[in-house]
């Protein structure tokens, strides 16, 4: 069974993340959207928020799993017996930073990066700017899955 680990905080999850969940859906056997804890991080949306977006948005899919880690991803592949980590790329910089993360995790274990290439109609989305049109009281209805606009 291949699976593989979508790490992410997700805060929260918008149609970049749907699309390369949804894509990895049928290159692995089991996509694991793993939402980060990161004490240090001030989110937006609570944890318990962020993975109600994801599990309803992918409610209807049962190779999609939904689950929150702390620590790091490769502790988190090897207890999920998952043999690679799923990312998207947006752009020339996303692939600088997840190639330097992707290296570091190869030389301290044997878990692969799968690079995926969001698509152009996503390509500009982030959580933080989602989280920006949010504060300043715009409409992100084009930007996030439908489960999103449900707690906003």
Excluded: W
Excluded at 45 to 56: T, Y
Aim: proline share 3%.
């Amino acid at each position: 069974m291949k699976k593989a680990i979508f790490p992410g905080s997700f805060d929260p999850i918008t149609n970049g993340h749907y699309d390369i969940i949804k894509r990895g859906i049928s290159l692995f056997d089991e996509v694991i959207v793993a939402i980060g804890v990161n004490a240090e991080k001030k989110y937006m949306f609570s944890l318990e928020d962020r993975k109600r977006f994801i599990e309803e948005a992918f409610k209807d899919e049962p190779k999609v799993k939904v689950i929150t880690y702390s620590g790091l991803t490769i502790d988190l592949c090897k207890k999920e017996k998952a043999e690679f980590i799923l990312r998207g790329l947006r752009n020339p910089a996303d692939f600088e930073f997840e190639k330097a993360i992707a290296h570091t995790n190869r030389v301290m274990s044997k878990i692969e990066t799968v690079f995926l290439l969001t698509a152009a109609r996503t390509s500009f989305i982030s959580s933080s700017i989602v989280r920006d049109v949010l504060r300043n009281g715009g409409d992100i209805s084009q930007l996030v899955p439908e489960s999103v606009l449900d707690k906003k």
